[in-house]
């Protein structure tokens, strides 16, 4: 194809990235469509403590940061774009952007995923008005209020930890009797006095006119319900694969990750995914950048087999 790329990698998260530092190595041609900041939803967060070289820790900013330039060192481009669609055949591939098309001849899909949303009624309407996904960005706007956090997970304990810094009290709500997340995790929030828990609950329904007034409890052992008053409500249960894009074209599991094999390719040749938009990686920076580097590893050899 003429003026093809060699490689497009569609996102520019830690997998995207670390993707595009390998191909660059290898001297392929690369390109980074990224409809946002370079650096994905880890730029959610307020602070990496796991990543493996920074035992004091460090921002995510600054670490994404460092896989960008990194890249950019070894001759990737990063462009913004949204990519809408894929089309074409093996070798000859053609991404749609909202901007303009571009060529290649091999693709990574480094999406990644969105939040996910809890589907009661009053959420979406006061989405921004005190229902939030990310306490990391809106934490300081409960400074000295009440709040409550619907999770159990890793990222649901470091979020209403990260509460207490600014606000009063936290409520974590959860579905089941105890937590999937990190043992350590756990001692943190069972030591903090702010943080109080409620077992086998969930929320029905968010209230409120202009802004969050209470949330509608039910106990899923007893069925009783309740209502809870709190000035913002705090969603992490998981998150959706952005993938809608090559719906129809690539096998997706039914999470919507997609499937890959031990190569990382999908089910066309000349197709990888990486990081948490596939079915073969735990979501932490470091399993993303793994998966990133084996699909730039496999993108080298298929290109080089041609």
């Known amino acids: 194809m003429e003026n093809a790329w060699d490689l497009v990698i569609v996102g520019a998260g830690p997998a995207g990235l670390a993707a595009a ?32 070289g920074f035992p004091d820790g460090t921002t995510p900013f600054e670490l994404m940061q460092g896989f960008r330039k990194h890249a950019e060192k070894f ?15 093996e070798g000859a591939w053609v991404l749609k952007g909202s901007r303009k098309d571009y060529a290649a001849r091999t693709v990574i899909i480094a999406t990644g995923s969105a939040y996910r949303r809890l589907g009661i009624e009053g959420e979406a309407r006061l989405t921004g008005r005190g229902v939030s996904y990310c306490a990391t960005c809106d934490a300081a706007f409960f400074a000295g209020r009440d709040v409550a956090m619907v999770g159990g997970g890793d990222n649901a304990m470091k979020e209403a930890l990260f509460l207490t810094k600014y606000c009063r009290k936290v409520t974590i ?11 350590i995790y756990q001692e943190r929030v069972f030591a903090d006095e702010k943080i109080k828990v409620l077992w086998d609950t969930v929320v029905a329904a968010v209230n409120g006119g202009d802004k969050i007034e209470s949330l509608d409890l039910r106990n899923l052992k007893i069925g009783n319900k309740l209502k809870l008053q709190v000035d913002g409500l705090f969603v992490s249960i998981g998150t959706e694969p952005q993938t809608a894009f090559v719906k129809g074209l690539l096998d997706l599991n039914e999470w919507g990750q997609v499937k890959v094999n031990l ?20 979501k932490q920076i470091a399993t993303a950048v793994g998966t ?15």
Not at 78 to 85: L, Q
Request: hydrophobic content about 40%; aromatic content about 6%; charged content about 25%.
């Open 21 to 52: 530092i390998y191909a660059g190595r290898a001297r392929r041609s690369t390109l980074v469509l990224e409809k946002a900041l370079p650096g994905g939803q880890i730029l959610l967060t307020d602070w990496v403590e796991n990543f493996p």
């Open 75 to 89: 001759g990737a481009m990063i462009e913004t774009d949204e990519v809408e669609g894929v089309s074409g055949s």
């Open 173 to 183: 709500i959860h579905r089941r009797d105890r937590f999937r997340g990190e043992r």
């Open 263 to 282: 190569n990382m390719q999908s089910s066309i040749a000349g197709i990888f995914a990486a990081g948490d938009v596939s079915d073969a990686c735990p």
């Open 292 to 306: 990133g580097v084996h699909a730039a590893l496999s993108v080298e050899e298929y290109l080089s087999s041609r």
